[in-house]
């Protein structure tokens, strides 16, 4: 196997974690023929990461490490990895990308140099593996999904509020796989009383994670009967009437919320939008028009097409029924 192979290799073990707030990341290592000697991937922070687990797993001498992320140089709840491939004598690490945070950002490769092993940086980024973790780094807070449904015609509920359900199953099902992918699910207080939503992934056969449920509050209490497992909460203080949501977001990154989906309703989804805060879109439009005027995906008023932000359309597909759009804020 040659080193690209091997990186792909790499990548793919990373993919298969999601350890946030710790990076997803994946190691291969090679003899000096490119024999695969060994491999593994970071499963869970505090658990051991991706050089070690590899390097553990080696059936014979290693020559060349490679490995999707630069390795750490600090001591955190486990020892650095520079210290684990030194130690194992390898002689050559190629890594995809230089380590975002602040606490390696390079450190790992000039440990690595002057201890005499020969470094190479030949990708991809580590925001094609991980998008959330180096949108934490490079940025202090979370990747932010806006998850919206409507009609054809851009109702998201009737004028009463009734929105169960507007698109299809496997709309749905693509929306519960979204969530799957999200560390926490963020609902403003309209949402909770209208749909008592458990923002939970429901998909048969589901092992992963779930995400924290988290709702922005104004004036009305959670309900007690709420149906969401320990959700996070967030009410204004100090007397103000509205949340930060940058704070908010910047306090979900520090618990190590890096990938977060916001699933409305049209208030918060307005709120969010108009602070410039989030950088991927889904958009669900069912096959079906509305035809009249109920709730719109985002509220208030569209004053001036000036306010329009341009969305790079990556890509649109039909679920069942319905379309499903997907892009990134420019
Ligand atoms: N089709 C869909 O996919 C979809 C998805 C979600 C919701 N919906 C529908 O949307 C409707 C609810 O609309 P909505 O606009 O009321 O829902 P919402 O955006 O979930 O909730 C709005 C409420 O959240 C709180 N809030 C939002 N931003 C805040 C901030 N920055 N600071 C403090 N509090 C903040 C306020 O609560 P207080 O009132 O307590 O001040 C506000 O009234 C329902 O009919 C629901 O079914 C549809």
Known sequence: ?????????????????????????????LDADGTVVGEGFHEKAGEAHAERIALDSAKGPVHTAVVTLEPCTHHGRTPPCTEALIEAGVKRVAIGSVDPDDRVSGSGIKVLEEAGIEVA??????????????????????????????????QTATASGESRWITGEQARLAAHRLRAQSDAVVVGMGTVLADNPRLDVRIEGFIGPQPRPVVISGTRPMPADHSMVDPLIY????????????????????????????????????????????????????????GGVGKPML??????????????????????????VKGSVI
């Not at 790499?10 to 291969?28: K, Q, S, Y």
């Not at 520090?254 to 991927?280: F, Q």
């Not at 932000?309 to 069942?320: E, K, M, Q, Y």
Request: aromatic share 4%.
């Open 235 to 290: 009410a204004p203080s100090d007397g103000r009437s509205e949340v930060d949501l940058s704070d908010v977001l910047i306090d979900l990154g520090g618990r190590g919320y890096l990938n977060v989906m916001v699933e409305g309703g049209p208030t918060l989804a307005a709120a969010i939008w108009k602070a410039g805060l989030v950088d991927d879109v889904v958009v669900f439009l069912a096959g079906r028009i509305a």
């Open 121 to 154: 940086v030949v990708g991809p980024d580590i925001g094609d593996i991980d998008p959330g973790y180096a949108h934490h780094r490079r940025t202090g807070r979370p990747r932010v999904l806006l998850k919206l449904a409507a009609t054809l015609d851009g």
């Open 1 to 29: 196997m040659n080193e690209e192979q091997a990186m792909d290799r790499a990548v793919m073990l990373a993919m298969a974690a999601r350890p946030h707030p710790n990076p997803r990341v994946g190691c291969v290592l």
């Open 299 to 324: 509220a208030g008023v569209f004053g001036s097409l000036s306010e329009a932000r341009d969305v790079h359309i990556s890509g649109a597909s039909l679920v069942g029924k319905d379309l499903m």
